[in-house]
C-alpha cells in the first residue's frame, strides 16, 4: 500500500520526466543518425553514424569544444575558490547575515538573459566599465570585440553571477557543523587556517564535488550568454559547442548533424565527470544525505 | 544535453497552428501587434465570417519557431518571412510559387527582385528595409568642417570622420560594427554594390567577392578603421544618441529614438556615399519582408487574399507610422503627404532607389556565413581586403559546386 502511494506521488513527476526528459534524449538519438532537414522532413534519410564522423572530422566541431574547454577550465577553479571563500566569510558575519545572504545570492534569481543584457552595457565601448577606466586615466577595453577578451569577459561574468548560488551551498554544509568542534579545535590551539583545512574542508567536500560536477556540466551547456553577448564571435573566439549546435540546427537546418554534436556533447561530459569523480573521490549524494 | 530535440519538441507544441474553424486565417508576422490589429480588423469587417488569428514572432526566434510549425506539418497560411531567411525556404520548395497569382500586382509593388529566384516569384513584397547615414553635424560643425555640405563620396565621408575623430575630444568619426559578424555584409556591401561588385556573377553560378570593384570598396572602408568606434549597432546608436558618435549607418527606428532620447540633437539623414563624383551609385543594403504562403498552408486562397490586402498602400502605411522600421513596398505610397511633414523619413524613400538586396540563392546562408566571416577577419587585421575577398571567392566557388 506505501509503495502504491509512494508510485502515485512520484506519477506526475514521472511522466514529466518521461515527456521532457527521457522522450527528447530518445529522439536526439534517433535523429543523430538521420540526414534530416525540418524543412523537407520528406527528404529524411539514414546515414548511420556519417554525422558523428563528420563532427569528428569537422575543424569547427574540434575548435567548439576547445573553447568549451577553456571555458570550464577557466570558471570552475575560480568560481570553487570564490564560492568557498565567500561561504567562509558569510558564516563569519554576525550582524545583517541574512542581508549579505541575500544579496550574495541575488544573482541566482536573475535569468541569465538579464545578466547578459546587463553585462552587454557593462561591456560597451562606451559602457560604464570604460568610464571608470577613462576616468582613471587609462585607456579603453574592447572587452567583446577583442577575440583575446572576449571569452574572459564573458567567463567574468558566470563567475559573478553562479558564485552566489554555489557559495550558499557550500555555507549551508558548513551550517552543520556544531559549534562545540569549533570550540574544542580552539582550545587544541588550531589556528583559523588549520581550522578550515583539517575541520571544515573535509566536511564539506561532498558539498564541494557536487558544485564541481554541476558547474561542470552547466559551464559545458554555455549557451544563453553566447547568444545575448557574441554571437560566437569576434573571429569566433567565442564559439562553444552548443552555440555551434543551435547555429548548425537552425540556421542551416542540419537537426541530424546538431543531435550527434549534442550527443558527442554528452559523451565529453560523461567522460569529465567520471574522471572528477575518481579523482576527486567522495559521492556528492552523501551531501545530500547529510 | 540533447538540446536540439527539446528546443524542436517544445517549438512543435506551442508553435503549431492549427486553425480550430474554416474560416480562420492563421498569420504570423513580426510587428507589435497594436500596429497590425486595426488593419485586420477592417479586413474582417470587409469579409464577414473570416477570422484572422495574428501572431507576432519575435526576430530572436521567430526563425525557430517557423521552422519548427513547417517540421510539424502545421505551418500557418500567411507569413512574414524577412529576405535573408527566404533563400534557405526556397530551396527546400516549401514556399508555394505564386508568380502567376501575383502578375497583376507587379506594378503595383517594389521589392520583387528580393523575392523572387530564376524568374519566379515565391513571397509578396509587404514592407522594405535600407540604412542610410545618420551624421551628427554639430559634431560636424565641431570639428570645423561645413555641415550644410553633405557627405556625397567616399572622401567626404573619411574626411569628416577623421576630422571629428581628431577634433572633437570624446568622439569617434564613425561607427564600425564589431563583434557581430552577422551583419557586416550589410554593412560592407553598399560600398561594394555601389562601386559596381557583387556577391554572385548574374547567372549566380560563380563568386564574384573578389573582384576590383569590391577590393577597392573594402580597402576604402577599411580605412574608416582608425576613426571608428568598433563596437555592435545598438551601442553606435547609443553612442550616437548622445552625441559621440559622428556618423553611424542606420535604419529609419533611429529617427524615432532619436526623437524620443535626444530630441536636441542635430543631425541630418543622408544618402550614402558613392565611390567618388560621377562615379558608382549611392547603394544601400535592401532587405524585403514578404508574405508568403506554404505548401502546408491549409488555405493557401484565402490567405493569397488576405495577403493582396495587405500590401495595398492605405494599409501599408498604418503600419509604417506605427512601427517606422521599414516601408511599404507599395509605389503609390510616394505620394503620401506624411513624407511632406517627416523630411528625414522621406530620405530613405530616396535611399531605397538605390538598394540593393542580397541574392536570392538556395545557398545564401552558406554564402553569407563566407562573406561576414572574411570580412571580419579583414576588420580585425588578420587578412588583408585581397586575401579576405579572394579567399571569400574560393570558399563560395566550393559552396556553390557542391550538391
Known amino acids: 500500500m506505501r509503495r502504491l502511494r509512494g508510485a502515485q506521488g512520484l506519477a506526475p513527476w514521472g511522466l514529466f520526466f518521461a515527456a521532457f526528459g527521457i522522450f527528447p534524449l530518445v529522439y536526439a538519438l534517433a535523429l543523430s543518425f538521420l540526414a534530416y532537414n525540418p524543412l523537407r522532413p520528406d527528404l529524411v534519410r539514414w546515414v548511420g553514424l556519417d554525422n558523428y564522423i563528420r563532427a569528428l572530422q569537422s575543424p569547427s566541431f574540434w575548435h567548439a569544444l576547445r573553447t568549451t574547454v577553456i571555458f570550464v577550465v577557466g570558471t570552475l577553479p575560480v568560481t570553487l575558490t570564490l564560492a568557498y571563500t565567500v561561504s567562509g566569510l558569510l558564516a563569519s558575519v554576525r550582524r545583517g547575515a541574512g542581508f549579505f545572504r541575500a544579496a550574495i545570492f541575488f544573482p541566482a534569481t536573475l535569468s541569465m538573459v538579464v545578466i547578459a543584457l546587463v553585462f552587454k552595457s557593462l561591456y560597451a565601448e562606451e559602457g560604464l566599465l570604460n568610464g571608470w577606466l577613462g576616468a582613471m586615466g587609462l585607456s579603453r577595453v574592447h572587452w567583446l570585440q577583442d577575440p583575446a577578451l572576449a571569452l574572459p569577459s564573458i567567463m567574468l561574468m558566470d563567475i559573478w553571477a553562479s558564485v552566489g548560488y554555489y557559495a550558499i551551498l557550500i555555507l549551508a554544509a558548513r551550517k552543520t557543523l556544531p559549534e562545540e568542534q569549533f570550540e574544542a579545535a580552539r582550545l587544541e590551539g588550531l589556528t583559523r587556517l588549520q581550522i578550515e583545512r583539517r575541520i571544515v574542508l573535509p566536511h564539506v567536500r561532498p558539498v564541494l564535488l557536487f558544485v564541481v560536477l554541476l558547474n561542470t556540466i552547466r559551464s559545458f551547456q554555455i549557451f544563453i550568454e553566447v547568444f545575448v553577448l557574441t554571437r560566437g564571435g569576434p573571429l569566433e573566439s567565442t564559439l562553444t559547442l552548443v552555440y555551434h549546435l543551435y547555429e548548425r540546427a537552425f540556421y542551416h537546418f542540419e537537426m541530424g548533424y546538431a543531435s550527434a554534436l549534442a550527443y558527442l556533447l554528452l559523451l565529453v561530459v560523461g567522460a569529465i565527470l567520471l574522471v572528477q569523480r575518481r579523482f576527486l573521490g567522495g559521492d556528492p549524494m552523501e551531501a545530500r544525505a547529510r | ?403
Open chain 2, 1 to 403: 544535453m540533447a538540446a536540439v530535440a527539446l528546443l524542436l519538441g517544445i517549438a512543435l507544441g506551442s508553435g503549431c497552428a492549427k486553425s480550430s474553424s474554416k474560416n480562420v486565417i492563421v498569420f504570423w508576422q513580426f510587428s507589435p501587434l497594436a500596429a497590425i490589429q486595426p488593419v485586420l480588423d477592417r479586413y474582417e469587417a470587409a469579409h464577414p465570417g473570416v477570422h484572422v488569428r495574428v501572431e507576432q514572432l519575435t526576430w530572436q526566434s521567430g526563425r525557430e519557431k517557423i521552422v519548427a510549425a513547417i517540421a510539424a506539418g502545421r505551418p500557418p497560411d500567411l507569413c512574414e518571412l524577412g529576405s535573408t531567411f527566404l533563400p534557405g525556404l526556397v530551396a527546400d520548395s516549401t514556399l508555394i510559387d505564386l508568380t502567376d497569382s501575383t502578375a497583376n500586382l507587379r506594378s503595383d509593388l517594389v521589392g520583387w527582385d528580393v523575392s523572387s529566384y530564376k524568374g519566379r516569384v515565391y513571397g509578396i513584397p509587404w514592407m522594405l528595409g535600407t540604412r542610410a547615414l545618420f551624421v551628427n553635424d554639430n559634431l560636424v560643425n565641431e570639428a570645423k568642417m561645413d555641415a550644410g555640405a553633405p557627405i556625397l563620396t567616399w572622401d567626404d565621408l573619411r574626411a569628416k570622420v577623421q576630422a571629428i575623430s581628431e577634433r572633437c575630444p570624446g568622439a569617434r568619426g564613425f561607427g564600425m560594427n564589431a563583434g557581430e559578424r552577422e551583419i557586416l555584409f550589410k554593412k560592407f556591401m553598399p560600398f561594394a554594390w555601389g562601386n559596381g561588385g557583387n556577391i554572385l556573377d548574374s547567372a549566380m553560378t560563380r563568386s564574384v567577392m573578389g573582384s576590383p570593384q569590391n577590393i577597392e570598396a573594402l580597402q576604402f572602408y577599411l580605412s574608416l578603421k582608425p576613426y571608428s568606434l568598433l563596437d555592435r549597432q545598438e551601442m553606435h546608436e547609443q553612442a550616437f544618441i548622445k552625441g559621440r558618435l559622428g556618423v553611424v549607418i542606420s535604419g529609419p527606428w533611429l529617427i524615432r529614438k532619436l526623437a524620443q532620447e535626444a530630441p536636441k540633437l542635430v543631425y541630418s539623414v543622408q544618402l550614402m556615399p558613392q565611390p567618388a563624383k560621377n562615379r558608382g551609385t549611392h547603394a544601400s543594403f535592401a532587405g524585403a519582408e514578404v508574405l508568403g504562403i506554404f505548401r502546408g498552408s491549409k488555405k493557401k486562397d484565402a490567405a493569397l487574399d488576405l495577403a493582396r490586402f495587405l500590401v495595398k498602400p492605405e494599409n501599408t502605411m498604418p503600419v509604417y507610422i506605427a512601427t517606422g522600421n521599414a516601408f511599404p513596398a507599395s509605389v503609390s505610397v510616394g505620394t503620401d503627404t506624411y513624407w511632406d511633414r517627416f523630411p528625414q523619413d522621406a530620405r530613405f524613400l530616396d535611399q531605397l532607389k538605390t538598394a540593393v538586396g542580397p541574392p536570392l540563392h538556395p545557398k545564401w546562408v552558406q554564402i553569407e556565413e563566407i562573406v561576414n566571416g572574411e570580412l571580419e577577419e579583414a576588420i580585425y587585421g588578420k587578412k588583408t581586403a585581397e586575401q579576405a575577398l579572394h579567399s571569400a571567392d574560393q570558399r563560395i566557388d566550393a559552396v556553390l559546386a557542391s550538391p
